[in-house]
Nanobody, 127 residues
């Protein structure tokens, strides 16, 4: 029932920055978790970041150790948009990035927490 569309991916040099966005549409009653995952060729999909909220207030944000301190997730509920600000990018960050929506409380880093997924946006970091 919910459609998610990611954008903002591209090519960037190591040390640079990108900002991804995920716009939701359709029925999303009860959704209170948005997350970003990523998947590189030949690798499993991995958790990147998630944000939860109650009403208009953010309750919690969680990050994978590999991106903590470099990436920031934030949410504009009025615009139904979730962002991932990526800084100090490394070659190992190269992957297709997916946004996901779900309902909590659940384990935020688990794919099964999320009911809806976008099609992904490619991020390529050149060393």
């Amino acid at each position: 029932q919910v459609q998610l569309v990611e954008s903002g991916g591209g090519l960037v040099q190591a040390g640079g920055s990108l900002r991804l966005s995920c716009v939701a549409s359709g029925r999303s009653y009860g959704v209170n978790i948005m997350a970003w995952f990523r998947q590189a060729p030949g690798k499993e999909r991995e958790f990147v970041a998630a944000v939860t909220w109650s009403g208009g207030s953010v309750n919690d944000a969680k990050y994978a150790d590999s991106v903590k301190g470099r990436f920031t997730i934030f949410r504009d509920n009025a615009k139904r948009t979730t962002y991932l600000q990526m800084s100090s990018l490394k070659a190992e960050d190269t992957a297709v990035y997916y946004c996901a929506a779900g309902r909590g409380p659940w384990y935020l880093a688990a794919s099964l927490t999320y009911d809806y997924w976008g099609q992904g946006t490619q991020v390529t970091v050149s060393a």
